[in-house]
């Protein structure tokens, strides 16, 4: 094989990995791509007969590629219209190199430090040994072993107790659905947690709630009330799917604004609600179902 076909194909075995390490560090698959088109134009200038460990090597240039530009994100978080909800990792069905990153642990991602954020990713999620993380993030093994300590303390309580089954979860989505369109208050009732929590994406670019609405009692009066003002024919169910490990769906309002409604579950009860509006995170799940994102708003 040509030394260009060669490198070729080495990094197209990778280039599924990198993209989900881009995309844990920074919570935007746009930007993740982003960082492995670089990674790429770096592979290629790089002398692949002297490295041993393809997987090693690329994994160490997206992660310091994603360290730099980690605080310019974080910053733009700062001025981010309403809540931020990272962009949504929708299931294809398809991925040979998943872990077990759920939304609501990408929330908590987002309370660690860049070099934590890394540690855990690299050597609890990504499975790389401890000296290989401790090179790429250029540290002692014996702080990058601190790194990784905290990280998980931070992340522990976000891990869910009873992960939920997959046919349980995608019953629950398609009921809840149902209801919160027709805004059937005792049917919600019976699925929601008592401190069932909204957050509502839409970076200033579509109605979104400004905080998250918290309790069983505002996030019933909100179902019932929208149902009332809208009618049943304001939403409209495309597609199940999961969501970074999380059951929910895509549905369209008034036909024109696409959104993903992702639900954390806990003990058969929902206890977190995450509605992604924002039509700039969601283009590339309308391009997989063949629909506009939409910029209509309430």
Not at 6 to 11: C, D, E, I, R, S
Not at 153 to 168: G, K, L, N, Q, S
Not at 179 to 193: I, N, Q
Not at 240 to 252: E, H, K, N, Q, R
Request: aromatic residues 6%; charged residues 25%; negative net charge.
């Amino acid at each position: 094989m040509a030394t260009d076909d060669l490198a070729t194909a080495l990094f197209e075995a990778q280039r599924p990995r990198l993209l989900r390490l881009g995309y844990r560090m920074l919570g935007s698959l746009s930007e993740a791509e982003d960082i492995v088109q670089s990674a790429w134009l770096r592979w290629r200038r790089a002398d692949i007969a002297t490295i041993t460990m393809p997987q090693a090597f690329l994994s160490r240039i997206v992660t310091r590629l994603c360290l730099d530009q980690i605080k310019s994100a974080r910053n733009r978080r700062e001025t981010y219209i309403g809540p931020w909800i990272p962009e949504p990792l929708v299931e294809t069905g398809a991925e040979e190199d998943g872990d077990d990153l759920t939304l609501t642990l990408m929330m908590a991602l987002e309370r660690l430090s860049p070099l934590e954020r890394a540690a855990f990713l690299l050597h609890d999620v990504f499975g790389l040994p401890l000296d290989e993380v401790a090179a790429t993030l250029k540290r002692e093994a014996p702080a990058v072993r601190q790194l990784a300590v905290r990280a998980r303390a931070h992340v522990r309580d976000a891990r869910p107790r009873y992960p939920v089954a997959r046919d349980e979860g995608e019953r629950i989505a398609q009921a809840f659905f149902a209801a919160s369109r027709e805004g059937d208050v005792a049917a919600l009732g019976a699925m929601l947690a008592e401190q069932v929590t909204i957050h509502s994406d839409g970076g200033g670019r579509v109605f979104a709630f400004p905080n998250p609405i918290v309790g069983i009692a505002r996030v019933l009066r909100l179902f019932e009330g929208l149902a009332r003002k809208y009618g049943e024919d304001a939403f409209t169910m495309v597609e199940p799917m999961w969501i970074d490990g999380l059951p929910g769906f895509a549905s369209l309002e008034h036909g024109r604004l696409l959104q993903i409604t992702a639900l954390e579950i806990e003990d058969g009860r929902i206890a977190t609600i995450y509605v992604t509006r924002n039509p700039d995170k969601l283009a590339h799940v309308a391009r997989a179902l063949a629909v506009d994102v939409g910029t209509a708003s309430r």
